[in-house]
């Protein structure tokens, strides 16, 4: 059951990123890049097993009325054998595509067949924020931080959605939100969704957990005014716009997808969809969250 669940978003992934190909020529080598490692991580998610979220009764009381997240990031559990099997697969679709973090693949491919690499190190400092660990294991890695945060954060991708799923179930639901940081884990969304009945949606960038906002909302200063907030968008791309704020000069880019007669793989529409992140730099805005982890 579950190889058929994974055979066929495997296909959904393919054909999405066909029917991108075919929309936007330019993107081909980006896409194809990418449909590589997102259909990895979905083969990985079925062989993931990690540890279910808990909190206790009073701590999610506390957090829902103060409004913190869930979790902290440090506190999410990665399935470290499932995850490193991964690393490895990116490493090898790195170095097939031949990009700018290929001579850093090569690097760190093989510090981990040399078993150089001690996973729950490497973890351990992205998941505690811990950049001059980070910094530190990659130059004995003789690799880019960059390159390296790049393969590490992907190949722990389903561990985290796996958990922030689990986490969900503490949220309450009569009670939405409301803010523009993930309820989950606490990080900025990486991007906006309009869905049916015209809600609107925010996804996290970090544990990919999404949730529920109201149409007219800044989400990285909560500013709520229709005359400072406004959206950039192009005749060509109906299904995309950017929400910009004049208030705090940041960007977030929606994807309507009641007007999109494809499936929807947002990690795709993220990427091929970097144009916009152009056009919105160029008018003055910037991106509300950094996009180095993804791109
Ligand atoms: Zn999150
Ligand atoms: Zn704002």
Known sequence: ?????????????????NAIKKLRPAYSKI???YEKIFTAQEKSMAKTDIKPAQLA???????AKEKFPLFNLSEFSVDVNSSRKLFKKICKIINKSENHMSSAAIEIFAANENKKI???ELYSALLHDDDAAFVNIAAKLN???????FITYNSIKPSLSIFAESASKYLDKDNPWEKGYCPVCGNA????????????????????????????????????ESKSLHYLFSEDE????????????????????RIIDRFVYLPLEQIASLHLDIM????????????????
């Not at 690799?143 to 945060?149: Q, S, V, Y």
């Not at 969304?189 to 906002?213: A, M, N, Y």
């Not at 109906?238 to 997808?257: A, F, G, L, W």
């Open 238 to 257: 109906k299904e995309y716009r950017i929400d910009v704020c004049d208030r705090c000069n940041k960007y977030i880019k929606n994807v309507d997808t």
């Open 189 to 224: 969304p990486v991007i906006s969704t309009f869905e049916s009945d015209g809600q609107r949606f925010l996804t996290c960038s970090f544990c990919w957990h999404k949730w529920t906002i109201t149409r007219l909302f800044c989400p990285f200063c909560e500013n709520k």
């Open 143 to 149: 690799a880019g931080r960059d390159a390296l945060a």
């Open 1 to 17: 059951m579950t190889e058929i669940i994974i055979n066929e978003t495997a296909g959904r992934i393919k054909k999405t990123a």
């Open 57 to 63: 009764d009073d701590i999610i009381a506390i957090k």
């Open 280 to 295: 919105a730099k160029e008018k003055g805005f910037e991106s509300g969250v950094p996009l180095e982890l993804q791109v």
């Open 31 to 33: 896409v194809d890049f």
């Open 118 to 120: 001690d996973f729950n």
